[in-house]
């Protein structure tokens, strides 16, 4: 099963940014939709953005043109550029790998990193 390693979380004052990572291990990166949820205290994890192997992209409403999603296959690594953080946006942010059905390959999920945007 892939192991995935988050980074990149911190404090920021609103308007700033950060950049998160996710590196994975193993071999189901490259075939895999990759992710990035969030979860607030009190409040249900939610999807922010995901990224699939040809780089077909989504992201919730609430961070379309604030937030970019991208992968680098060579590296095994998801990125996550933040750009305009809001308060609303503090949160615990976990990266996710979503493997294609008909594999051996399980989903997998990040560790967490948190990040705080003080207003």
């Known amino acids: 099963q892939a192991q995935l390693v988050d980074s990149g979380g911190g404090l920021v004052q609103a308007g700033g940014s950060l950049r998160l990572s996710c590196r994975a291990s193993?071999?189901?990166?490259?075939?895999?939709?990759m992710g990035w949820y969030r979860q607030a205290p009190g409040k249900q994890r939610e999807l922010v953005a995901h990224i699939s192997t040809a780089g077909s992209t989504y992201y919730a409403d609430s961070v379309k043109g604030r937030f970019a999603i991208s992968r680098d296959n060579a590296k095994n690594t998801v990125y996550l550029q933040m750009n305009s953080l809001k308060p609303d946006d503090t949160a615990v942010y976990y990266c996710?790998?979503?493997?294609?059905?008909?594999?051996?390959?399980?989903?997998?999920w990040g560790q967490g990193t948190q990040v705080t945007v003080s207003s």
């Open positions: 193993g071999s189901a990166f490259a075939i895999s939709t």
């Open positions: 996710n790998l979503d493997p294609p059905p008909g594999t051996d390959y399980e989903a997998a």
